[in-house]
Nanobody, 122 residues
Framework: QVQLVESGGGSVQAGGSLRLSCEAS????????IGWFRQTPGKERERVAI???????IYAESVKGRFTISRIKANHTLFLQMNNLKVDDSAMFYC????????????????WGKGILVIVSS
């Protein structure tokens, strides 16, 4: 069973930076998609950034140029470097993973972390 544990969240002022980490374990295969999502109360969970099976990265338009997703394959660790944070970036951030290709829909992701809170103040 794949398990995902996020860390690195917290509070920061607008313009600041945070680095999220996701430690993944339990993989019985080597090809998987992994990424970051976020959600605020009353809104649908949205994709922030993902890394696919070919190590291609895809970002939401709202974070391009500010966030960088990366991973260390050897120990299944995923990162999200967030720079120039804005108040609108405040959300619960989730790490998610799926075997094989990246799902197009949220319902296609089988494994989720419990989430970690990021608060950006003005």
């Amino acid at each position: 069973q794949v398990q995902l544990v996020e860390s690195g969240g917290g509070s920061v002022q607008a313009g600041g930076s945070l680095r999220l980490s996701c430690e993944a374990s339990g993989y019985a295969y080597t090809s998987y998609c992994i990424g970051w999502f976020r959600q605020t109360p009353g809104k649908e969970r949205e994709r922030v950034a993902i890394i696919d099976t070919d190590d291609e990265t895809i970002y939401a338009e709202s974070v391009k140029g500010r966030f960088t997703i990366s991973r260390i394959k050897a120990n299944h660790t995923l990162f999200l470097q967030m720079n120039n944070l804005k108040v609108d970036d405040s959300a619960m951030f989730y790490c998610a993973s799926q075997r094989g290709n990246c799902p197009l829909r949220l319902s296609g992701w089988d494994y989720w972390g419990k989430g970690i809170l990021v608060i950006v103040s003005s």
